[in-house]
């Protein structure tokens, strides 16, 4: 039923009786989960209870309020969903290396299963865990439509080298979900229902970034919208997706980043209702550009740093690295979208307040980064903490990865040599008019702005 190629055994051990446990991290939904479904399976052909477990760590990659509080609504659904199938969620509060082979030890699980992850908190967790898990641990990648590891065996360069490998495995694993089954092994110790509330009010987060009004999070929230999507705006998406103007894009990527929607579900949707050019363009950013990403951040763990960045172009930047910076600001000004540039400051203080950048704005708002700050690295990492801090589908694969393209030509190729940027592709407020009406954009976002007292 799951294709081994999705299934990597990250701690080998002989098969024994007993329950079976998935520990979900990324993919945080019952529907449409091959790491989910891949438990159930072992767990039936043991004859042996499943059940779920959520390990919640009090700080992520700079994640605040309106991080945790849309992903533990998500979570309550999750509970819900598997509640009505027989399968117990536990939460675990604490460091995963820890917590995770304590429950394991203390339920005699038989067999652990997590789900893929690119990222270097994730492969931390795992090493650390690895040391104390004597049981077998089956790694199932339920994100990538193709298993990352086994899409491409090496960093990719570009979307390019990545496409044709994708799409010649497409048939073989763009394939319609399996159901769950109601399972038919109860755990065996009573199930206590999470207190999903005080566990938020009890996390020691930063509460002055606010949850996002309007922005329901969970399984059901997310197939609404991409049904929405579907039927309402797919069709313009060639065309709208790059201007900020038009409703253009799907809005599905905070529920993508903590997966309440499997992106295999999405492509399956959209590729339901046959060729068109904006099917084919929202295919190629939903399974080519993610998936680079994943490919990004798994075969390059320097993918957060200057040193992740292609060689042509760390050359480049430094070659540039004194040119004389026209304006200069400190993170504080940025933040609160203080610059010169009324572009810039809007696209900013849309972030703060919605959580959300349109992706044609994101390359822009980087890209500025690159040009007022003191250096490639400062301006890399003020780039990653206003990202991670303020966007909903932030401390992502496609974070990282489309911020190193904006500011590190990663996956892009080199432009003609200027200041600063030297060849890294240039974008500039002269593009953007030409492109979609900006002072329209600014005014709007100001009224938005307003309307919410910021
Ligand atoms: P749509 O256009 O509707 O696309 C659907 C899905 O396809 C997205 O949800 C996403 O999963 C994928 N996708 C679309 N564009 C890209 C892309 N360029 N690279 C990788 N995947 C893509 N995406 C995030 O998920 N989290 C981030 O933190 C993030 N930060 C970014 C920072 C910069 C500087 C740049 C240039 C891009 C960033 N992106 C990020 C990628 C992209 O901008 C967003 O995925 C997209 O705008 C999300 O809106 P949507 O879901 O409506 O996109
Ligand atoms: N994953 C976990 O297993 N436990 C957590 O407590 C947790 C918190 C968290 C907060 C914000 C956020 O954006 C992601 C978070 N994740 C957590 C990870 C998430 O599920 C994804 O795996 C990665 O962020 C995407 O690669």
Known sequence: MVQKERIVSLTPGETQSGPVLYWMSRDQRVADNWALLHAQEEALARQAPLAVIFCLVPAFLGATLRHYAFMLDGMAEVERRLARLGIPLFLLLGEPAEEIPRFVQAGQVSLLVTDFDPLRIKRRWHEGMAAEIAIPVHQVDAHNIIPCRYASPKLEYSAATLRRKLNRLLPQFLEEFPLLKTHPFPWSCPVLPVPWDDLLARLPLDRTVTPVDGCAAGEAAAHQLLEEFLHERLEGYAVDRNDPNRDGQSHLSPYLHFGHLAPQRAALAVAAGGPSDSREAFLEELIVRRELSDNFCWYNDRYDRVEGFTDWARKSLDKHRDDPREYRYGSESLERGESHDPLWNAAQKGLLLTGRMHGYLRMYWAKKLLEWSGSPEEALATAIHLNDRYALDGRDPNGYAGIA??????????????????????????????KFDVKGYVVRSEERCDGEGR
Do not use: A, Q
Not at 409 to 432: E, Q
């Open 405 to 434: 393209w904006s500011i590190g030509g990663v996956h892009d190729r080199p432009w003609g040599d200027r200041s600063i940027f030297g060849m890294i592709r240039y974008m500039n407020y002269n593009g953007c008019l030409r």
